[in-house]
């Protein structure tokens, strides 16, 4: 019986584009051949060089983190590019950011809102995100809570955990929305349930205070521990507080 890597290593030495990204996500996974990035950049390559695009967003990747060869912002922003304006969606959201922060680019807000909202609008949850909290907070664009709220919505609802967070805040402040504490406690759940600290410390203040749900000190114990212990300093400081009200529950 024929080894599944050999006939792909034969398809890719054939020159298979597609054969020969999978062979990269072999070695990247670690998928029936020993983790080696260095091949995994070589395969990738000369994937990338043949036009496919996910091979090209993946070397822009390696590229971008010096993942198997050395960091170089501008072959990652040359990458990204190919497979961005292939559209692929990924690329989109990596390259708006790359345009955001000026890594291996000239600062560009305007180019920075326009991939990040190609990558959002194909349904790309992490771009939603980010799109969202561009808004949110007015990097590169104007403050738009309204804008903001629709990405973080879109964004949580495929369960990206930080979305859910901030969605959550959101809701809790009335950011674009009418404020809602029941709302607010229900994205805080989904989003500490996932090991969000913010999340977590946001629900235990709600249980603490009875915002959107029943108070309930025991709960809201649990929920600033679970915070606490990945070192978020509000849940910790609250937590030293109750202990100091309600010992039975520690």
């Given at each position: 019986m024929?080894?599944?890597?050999?006939?792909?290593?034969?398809?890719?030495?054939?020159?298979?584009?597609?054969?020969?990204?999978?062979?990269?996500?072999?070695?990247?996974y670690?998928?029936?051949?020993e983790?080696?990035y260095?091949?995994?950049?070589r395969?990738?390559t000369?994937?990338?060089?043949?036009?496919?695009?996910?091979?090209q967003?993946c070397?822009?990747?390696?590229?971008?983190?010096?993942?198997?060869v050395?960091?170089?912002?501008?072959?990652?922003?040359?990458?990204?590019?190919?497979?961005?304006?292939?559209g692929n969606?990924?690329?989109?959201?990596?390259?708006?950011?790359?345009?955001?922060v000026g890594n291996?680019v000239?600062k560009?807000?305007?180019?920075?809102?326009?991939?990040?909202?190609?990558s959002?609008?194909?349904?790309y949850?992490?771009?939603q995100?980010?799109?969202?909290?561009?808004?949110?907070n007015?990097?590169?664009?104007?403050k738009?809570?309204?804008?903001?709220?629709?990405?973080?919505?879109?964004?949580?609802?495929?369960?990206?955990?930080?979305?859910?967070?901030?969605?959550?805040?959101?809701?809790?402040?009335?950011?674009?929305?009418k404020?809602?504490?029941?709302?607010?406690?229900?994205?805080?759940?989904?989003?500490?349930?996932?090991?969000?600290?913010a999340?977590?410390?946001?629900?235990?203040?709600?249980?603490n205070?009875?915002?959107?749900?029943?108070?309930?000190y025991?709960?809201a114990?649990?929920?600033?521990?679970?915070?606490?212990?990945?070192g978020?300093?509000?849940?910790?400081h609250?937590?030293?507080?109750?202990?100091g009200k309600?010992t039975h529950?520690?």
């Amino acid at each position: 019986m024929s080894n599944p890597i050999d006939e792909l290593l034969e398809q890719a030495n054939s020159g298979n584009a597609e054969a020969q990204y999978n062979l990269g996500n072999c070695y990247y996974y670690g998928k029936d051949v020993e983790k080696n990035y260095t091949q995994t950049v070589r395969w990738w390559t000369k994937s990338a060089e043949q036009g496919n695009a996910k091979a090209q967003n993946c070397l822009g990747f390696c590229y971008y983190t010096g993942l198997g060869v050395e960091r170089d912002y501008v072959q990652a922003i040359r990458w990204y590019s190919k497979s961005a304006e292939q559209g692929n969606a990924v690329a989109e959201c990596r390259l708006g950011e790359c345009y955001y922060v000026g890594n291996g680019v000239e600062k560009d807000y305007a180019k920075a809102i326009l991939w990040l909202t190609k990558s959002a609008e194909q349904g790309y949850s992490i771009a939603q995100f980010n799109l969202g909290n561009h808004y949110l907070n007015g990097w590169g664009v104007e403050k738009d809570y309204v804008q903001a709220i629709q990405w973080f919505t879109k964004s949580a609802e495929q369960g990206w955990a930080m979305a859910q967070n901030n969605l959550g805040h959101c809701y809790y402040n009335g950011f674009g929305v009418k404020r809602n504490y029941a709302q607010a406690v229900i994205w805080w759940t989904k989003s500490a349930e996932q090991g969000v600290a913010a999340a977590q410390c946001n629900l235990g203040h709600c249980y603490n205070y009875g915002n959107g749900v029943e108070q309930d000190y025991g709960q809201a114990v649990q929920w600033y521990k679970k915070s606490a212990e990945q070192g978020n300093y509000m849940a910790q400081h609250n937590l030293q507080f109750l202990r100091g009200k309600f010992t039975h529950l520690f």
